[in-house]
């Protein structure tokens, strides 16, 4: 497992990263999102689901009133919003419990308002509103390329 942190200076910055990420990437894997409103937890999203080749950029969107979108490509996506979701019922509503029986990827912002139970590897990715247009970005538990495997 690797961790590594990124500093980014625009969004298109941190959609880059995302793509990174999502490049190297294979189902299943559990996303977590954690940082404040604004600190680009969508926009990581973003470049996630294109690197992954699971959707078009711009047509990733926030799930904010939905909660849950979906996009399936190259692979399958979901991604998933807790900002408002009220309670255990609203979870069970969603379905998302059912979402870890299938071959996706699933990205979660706000994870620590619920708890989600899985065994699918997990990466948490911390997002930090540092200044305007700067994000620090952690990420932790990426899985290792074969490439860097190779090397250790
Ligand atoms: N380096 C950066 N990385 C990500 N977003 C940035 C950056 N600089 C400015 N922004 C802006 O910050 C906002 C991030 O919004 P969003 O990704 O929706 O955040 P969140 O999902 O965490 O609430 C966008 O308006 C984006 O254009
Ligand atoms: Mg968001």
């Known amino acids: 497992m690797a961790s590594r942190e990124s500093v980014t200076h625009s969004s298109e910055e941190t959609i880059r990263l995302g793509r990174e990420i999502g490049a190297g990437l294979k189902p299943s894997v559990l996303i977590l999102l954690s940082g404040d409103l604004g600190s680009g937890k969508t926009t990581l999203t973003k470049g996630i689901a294109g690197g992954m080749g699971a959707a078009r950029e711009e047509d990733v969107t926030s799930p904010t009133f939905t909660l849950v979108h979906k996009y399936r490509g190259q692979a399958l996506i979901y991604h998933v919003d807790l900002y408002r979701i009220e309670d255990l019922h609203d979870l069970e509503t969603l379905g998302i419990e059912d979402f870890f029986s299938e071959q ?49």
Do not use: F, M
């Not at 706000?110 to 139970?117: I, V």
């Not at 699918?120 to 930090?128: A, C, D, F, G, K």
């Open 104 to 152: 996706a990827v699933v990205i979660v912002e706000w994870p620590d308002k619920l708890q989600l139970r899985t065994d699918w590897p997990v990466v948490r990715i911390q997002l930090e509103h540092v200044a305007e247009d700067t994000r620090r970005i952690s990420i932790e538990g990426l899985p290792q390329t074969e490439e860097q495997s190779a090397k250790t």
